[in-house]
């Protein structure tokens, strides 16, 4: 099981390269059941996520080729994906696979719409909540699906093919309007999606989408309408920036002290973070090749925020925010209100020496002078993350352990930070 080892006290400078959106990525890999022809993806990161998905397609019958290194291509390019679903042998996305990436549930979408049928595993709940997809199979059952639960499986049928209609969802879901985005996409008519989730990622899918040949407008807003066609062809799709990893890298730079180019990175993917930073002290200056983000020297502010769907501030900054501020010259508050339990990183952060007491969904952070590096545990994706930031200001050495994690969502994370200075290194076995 590997861990990560960071010794604390170094400032960053430098660069660091954003990689494509994890929570694009998958969506679009799945969005190549959609078609008989083959989808190539760029700027596709390297993360176990992406590697599993892979998995859990090639179950299905679909084949992916992955392009070799091209003349002056580096580590920091992302991969191509040639995704082919000519053939699809299997409808069925097993348990031992689906409960490991909840994303690969999504994979009900296409399959009914294309082959009429879908047997998926039911995801499980994860350390961050409940997490139902009971809107999702909403979604479906409104385009016309008979759906079944039956031993833990969600099964699908639309024999006649789906049929386009009106969805209002009662709540922003972005795993719902992906869904119901791809299976609208070949249904027959017109599908109309109200209170649809506006994440970049939504408006990435439906840009591809379009380009395979689906008649999508609207996404990235909160009303979407989708005129059904019968087939999607092939296409060639670059994977937008991961505004989470910005985000992250942004928080970690805030926290060590220094400055820092965050290459590739588009502001308009993440401003009310980029606000929130700004309020902190942090400088935060867009350029044609990025984001820079700079503190050096000045204290940080303490700030009050509140997650909500996009464009509003991302809960999966909700933790790396809290790292930060663990240091703030005050007391912050944070309210989180997307998921029900997505504070399993506070105990851990307690155990760095910081002060955070819980009630109910808010957070209070009362800023300390100093952080003591101890051995963590990680418990989800962006709470690992969050431990990596506060370790970079604790004094002395910190070991984050179960940092498969990490590897879930962030690329080469110890290589983009040591490049930058700071002291940070992989412990394997
Ligand atoms: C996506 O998850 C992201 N995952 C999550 O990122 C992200 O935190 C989340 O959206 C919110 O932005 C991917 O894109 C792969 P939701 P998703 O459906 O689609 C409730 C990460 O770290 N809900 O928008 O599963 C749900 O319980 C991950 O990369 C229902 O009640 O999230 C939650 O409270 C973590 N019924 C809220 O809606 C449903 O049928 C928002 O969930 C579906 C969702």
Redesign the pocket.
Known sequence: MDRIRIVGGRRLNGTIPISGA??AT??LMIASLLTDQTLILDNVPRLA?VALLERILGNHGVDIMVSGKRAGETADHGQTLHISAANIVDTTAPYNLVSRM??SFWVLAPLVARMGEARVSLPGG?A???????????AMERLGAQIDVDAGYVVARAPHGLKGAEIVFP????????TAIMAASIADGTTVIDNA?R?P?IADVADCLNKMGARIAGAGTSRIVIEGVAKLGAARHAVLPDR?ETGTYAMAVAMAGGDILLQNARPELLQAALDVLQRTGVTVTPTNQGIRIARNGNALNPVEVTTA??PAF???LQAQLMALMTRANGTSHIVET???NRFMHVQELVRLGARIQLTGERATIEGVERLKGAPVMAT???ASVSLVIAALAAEGETIVNRVYHLD??FERLEDKLGRCGAAVERLSG
């Open positions: 994890k929570n998958l969506p996520d909840r994303a994860c961050i909540g409940t997490r139902p997809v009971d809107l999702l199979i909403m709540k922003v879901t972005v795993g719902g309007t992906h989730a994440e990622e989470i769907p996009f991302p809960t999966d997307v998921f029900e989800d994706l962006r879930r969502g």
